[in-house]
């Protein structure tokens, strides 16, 4: 008897000898040999994305600078290689976004059914299960009782036209988090702070301010569009627009979310966070490894050999349709740069993750360069400035060039401005 307790301490020390020898690989032989995580085969393209490689090029002005502004000077810098959604997010990729929280706030917050959920252990957060609500929608009420909950959703008595049963967008808040990590390097030596002073959250309406369509343009009649854009079956292809800077970075979080909650179901890797381009970036892949192009397309001039017009944009006072579009176009209209990107010129203008500086690329870095500034309500409305790029399909010529700077506020939302994300390559990759 006394020497059973021996004789289990005995087998522990074989076991971790054998696993500290071992190291994940058999016959170690005492070597250094690491230790792996799991083997991942290869970079796998996201859907809907392509590779952007890395490469060195001149960021800033390819012509003369008409406004002589000179806040697109010209600066060598390099790029790491990274993903980036080959079109703008489109009305029926963001109305994904509004559906799972239109969902997730009908299941937490009035239907209180709890085969909703998965079953959750020791205390945890309740999880809705995704996969029962696409195989039996909440929205398809099976009793009077169920439906008086959804009726909840619903504008309500003087607020419904005709009687009609609307979903009231009001209701549509997302509230997400993320981690200041430039902030959290920056007091890494200070003692007094903790992790959680560095987590940021934020709430949002994230439904589109569809009324852009009249705010934007006095005088005009655009109440069709009001009524139909991101709600009408035709208009799914079309960018998403009304959104907020804010509102895009709360997609690319609930993004980020919707793959790594499934990758470990899915045995995938994680990815890294789907982000805004910085501008850089977005300038880089509208250039198409080209040198010194004025367009994405390489050529001078907004047409081809043909004498058909390249991008959607203005190309006439008065005239918006000679392109094809009286508006917006369909995401993959005309054809792709040679990274196989569309519209990035013209169409939609695009968020980026940069804020704007006139100055900015006289002190960026010359790798990766980006400057960031997260605002907050109290700040100056000059520090709440982000760069758009690429022009839109109201624009003239000029803001169609691949160095172009405008910029809009973080809050602001227009007819004329979407966006598409990028994520990063995990690994080295050059041209």
């Given at each position: 008897?006394?020497?059973?307790p021996?004789?289990?301490?005995?087998?522990?020390?074989?076991?971790?000898?054998?696993a500290?020898?071992?190291?994940?690989?058999?016959?170690?032989?005492?070597?250094?040999?690491?230790t792996?995580?799991?083997?991942?085969?290869?970079?796998?393209?996201?859907y809907?994305?392509?590779l952007?490689?890395?490469?060195?090029?001149?960021?800033?002005q390819?012509?003369?600078d008409i406004t002589?502004?000179?806040?697109?000077?010209?600066?060598?810098v390099t790029?790491?290689?990274?993903?980036?959604?080959?079109?703008?997010?489109?009305n029926?990729e963001?109305r994904?976004f509004?559906?799972?929280?239109?969902?997730?706030?009908l299941?937490?917050?009035?239907l209180?059914?709890?085969?909703?959920?998965?079953?959750s252990?020791?205390?945890?957060?309740?999880?809705?299960?995704?996969?029962?609500?696409r195989?039996?929608s909440?929205?398809?009420a099976?009793?009077q009782?169920?439906?008086?909950?959804?009726?909840?959703?619903?504008?309500?008595g003087?607020d419904?036209?005709?009687?009609?049963?609307?979903?009231?967008?009001?209701?549509?808040t997302?509230?997400y988090?993320?981690?200041?990590?430039?902030?959290a390097?920056?007091?890494?030596?200070?003692?007094?702070?903790?992790?959680?002073?560095?987590?940021?959250?934020?709430t949002?309406?994230?439904?589109?301010?569809?009324?852009?369509?009249?705010?934007?343009?006095?005088?005009?009649?655009n109440?069709p569009?009001?009524?139909?854009?991101f709600?009408h079956a035709?208009?799914?292809?079309?960018?998403?627009?009304g959104?907020?800077?804010?509102?895009?970075?709360?997609?690319?979080t609930w993004?980020?979310?919707?793959f790594?909650n499934?990758a470990?179901?899915?045995?995938?890797?994680?990815r890294?966070?789907?982000?805004?381009?910085?501008?850089?970036q977005?300038e880089?892949a509208a250039?198409?490894?080209?040198?010194?192009?004025?367009?994405p397309w390489?050529?001078?001039?907004?047409?081809?050999?043909?004498?058909?017009?390249?991008?959607?944009?203005?190309?006439?006072?008065?005239?918006?349709i000679d392109?094809g579009?009286a508006?917006?176009?369909p995401?993959?209209?005309?054809?792709?740069?040679?990274?196989?990107?569309?519209n990035?010129?013209g169409?939609?203008?695009?968020?980026?993750?940069?804020?704007y500086n006139?100055?900015?690329?006289?002190?960026v870095h010359?790798?990766n360069?980006?400057?960031?500034?997260?605002?907050?309500?109290?700040?100056h409305e000059t520090?709440?400035?982000k760069?758009?790029?690429g022009?839109?399909?109201?624009?003239?010529?000029?803001f169609?060039?691949?160095?172009?700077?405008q910029?809009?506020?973080?809050?602001?939302?227009?007819a004329?401005?979407?966006f598409r994300?990028?994520?990063?390559?995990?690994?080295?990759l050059?041209?």
């Amino acid at each position: 008897m006394i020497f059973k307790p021996f004789k289990r301490l005995f087998q522990v020390a074989l076991f971790l000898t054998a696993a500290l020898t071992g190291c994940n690989r058999p016959d170690s032989s005492g070597e250094l040999v690491g230790t792996r995580l799991n083997r991942l085969k290869e970079n796998k393209t996201p859907y809907g994305m392509v590779l952007i490689p890395g490469g060195t090029f001149i960021m800033g002005q390819s012509d003369e600078d008409i406004t002589f502004s000179q806040t697109s000077q010209n600066r060598q810098v390099t790029i790491a290689p990274f993903y980036m959604d080959e079109t703008e997010i489109s009305n029926s990729e963001y109305r994904q976004f509004v559906n799972w929280v239109r969902d997730s706030i009908l299941i937490y917050n009035h239907l209180n059914d709890p085969s909703y959920f998965v079953n959750s252990q020791n205390g945890e957060a309740r999880h809705i299960d995704w996969e029962k609500v696409r195989k039996n929608s909440p929205w398809n009420a099976q009793s009077q009782e169920q439906q008086d909950r959804l009726n909840n959703m619903y504008y309500q008595g003087e607020d419904k036209i005709f009687g009609k049963s609307e979903l009231d967008v009001r209701q549509l808040t997302y509230h997400y988090e993320w981690y200041d990590l430039r902030a959290a390097v920056a007091a890494k030596n200070d003692r007094t702070k903790k992790r959680s002073d560095f987590i940021l959250r934020d709430t949002m309406l994230i439904y589109p301010d569809t009324t852009v369509w009249l705010t934007d343009f006095s005088y005009a009649q655009n109440e069709p569009l009001v009524e139909s854009y991101f709600s009408h079956a035709s208009y799914d292809e079309y960018p998403v627009v009304g959104v907020t800077w804010r509102q895009a970075q709360a997609f690319n979080t609930w993004r980020t979310l919707l793959f790594n909650n499934n990758a470990g179901n899915a045995r995938r890797e994680e990815r890294a966070p789907y982000q805004l381009p910085s501008e850089a970036q977005w300038e880089y892949a509208a250039r198409g490894g080209k040198i010194g192009t004025q367009f994405p397309w390489g050529g001078p001039t907004a047409r081809n050999a043909k004498g058909c017009l390249m991008a959607n944009f203005k190309p006439g006072r008065g005239n918006y349709i000679d392109d094809g579009a009286a508006y917006t176009a369909p995401v993959y209209s005309y054809f792709p740069n040679d990274y196989g990107l569309y519209n990035m010129a013209g169409n939609v203008a695009e968020w980026t993750q940069s804020s704007y500086n006139e100055s900015a690329y006289s002190f960026v870095h010359d790798m990766n360069p980006t400057y960031t500034y997260h605002a907050s309500p109290s700040d100056h409305e000059t520090m709440k400035r982000k760069v758009i790029r690429g022009g839109s399909w109201k624009d003239v010529g000029y803001f169609l060039q691949n160095s172009t700077r405008q910029y809009e506020y973080q809050d602001t939302a227009k007819a004329y401005l979407g966006f598409r994300t990028v994520l990063a390559y995990k690994g080295v990759l050059s041209r």
